[in-house]
């Protein structure tokens, strides 16, 4: 980051997909509040993520398929942050990076779109075998233990390639596929994403966590930076929504303690209300929805008898990877340790069992070499048109 009389140049990285670039955007659109003589370059790039399209998520075999170029442009000082939905952000990160910031959360739900041509409103108006397109392990399992009469078949693309191949599927009159397999009746986005790209009139419905739960961090933005960075973690500082940062901290504290990620379905539900009751209900499934479990659990963040103290920049923590800026840290672990309390009672209960059983079927070692080799070989170049 250079800056000169007052005015800083600020490089920062993103994907180069449509929603990329506008939440890209709306970030920077957000620091120029704070900072309005700053000068901002977008530097866009593919990730492996981006570039693999032909294969479902978890079978591919690499961790931060979503971010892992971006971070390495990071580390080699090519931009100054990076901006990321937070929900492809693994826990644990390089050890030279941290988040420094994270917006607002937007609605955290998902929304199924149904193809136009039929007249169901809802995932349970739709003809028995429909198939319903997804990329998220997540909504696979959960969607197969409510609706097991529906098929639920891997989708991907970015989100104007995964409309694209809903609206040109052919479906009949009787609100069934055609005989193509690969002929979706409806799919399922996270509603931020699609109010993001302005297409809030396309969904058909939305699904509330007491039905589909939602994953960790979604509908939230985080900036990456690199954590030794002083001046630009200063700068990304004032983008800390309190609530926000609450609730992911104790949403990825509870991930990483389960050691999740997109292969194996697990899903939360998380609330602050105006009294700092913080509340964090989640779930692990097995891939075909027959197996579930679900803890609950909530905690108070602050006291008006004891309030926290603030911590001094000699003592800033990491809580799964985020800064706490100017927050307080003592909130900050109040809220990681309920993420941890409820995955141990998951765990006692046998949820890295059902979490397992899953990753095995998934993550299938003679397919993760073969997708690793043509990642290292360039073979995957020609699908960089399309983006998650």
Known sequence: MDSGDGEKVVKVGSRKSQLALIQTNSVIDSLKLFHPNARFEIVEMNTTGDKILDKPLPKIGEKSLFTKELEVALEEGSVDFVVHSLKDLPTTLPDNLAIGGICKRENARDAVIIHPKLEAKSLSELAKNSIVGTSSLRRVAQVRQLYPDLEVKSIRGNLNTRLSKLTN????????????????????????????????????????????????????????????????????????????????????????????????????????????????????????????????????????????????????????????????????????????????????????DIMEEARAENEKPEEVKKFKEEIKNGASDKLVQEQR
């Not at 509908?219 to 609730?247: M, N, W």
């Not at 800064?323 to 900050?332: I, M, N, R, V």
């Open 169 to 352: 599927s052919v479906v009949d009159s009787n609100n069934k596929d055609a005989e193509n397999p690969l002929q979706y009746s409806a799919i399922m986005l996270a509603v931020a994403g699609i109010e993001r790209m302005g297409w809030e009139n396309k969904i058909s419905q939305i699904l509330e966590p007491s039905e589909i739960m939602y994953a960790v961090g979604q509908g939230a933005l985080a900036i990456e930076c690199r954590s030794d960075d002083q001046k630009t973690v200063d700068f990304l500082a004032p983008l800390h929504d309190r609530s926000t940062v609450l609730r992911v901290v104790a949403e990825r504290s509870l991930l990483k303690k389960l050691g999740g990620g997109c292969s194996a379905p697990v899903a939360v539900n998380c609330t602050l209300d105006d009294n700092d009751n913080l509340s964090l209900e989640a779930g692990v499934w097995s891939l075909d929805g027959k197996k579930s479990l679900k803890k609950k659990l909530s905690a108070v963040i602050a006291t008006k008898d004891e309030p926290p103290k603030k911590m001094t920049k000699k003592e800033d923590t990491l809580f799964a990877g985020i800064l706490a800026g100017k927050l307080l840290k003592d909130e900050l672990e109040m809220a990681q340790d309920l993420g941890i309390k409820v995955a141990e009672e998951l765990v006692a209960e046998g949820a890295l």
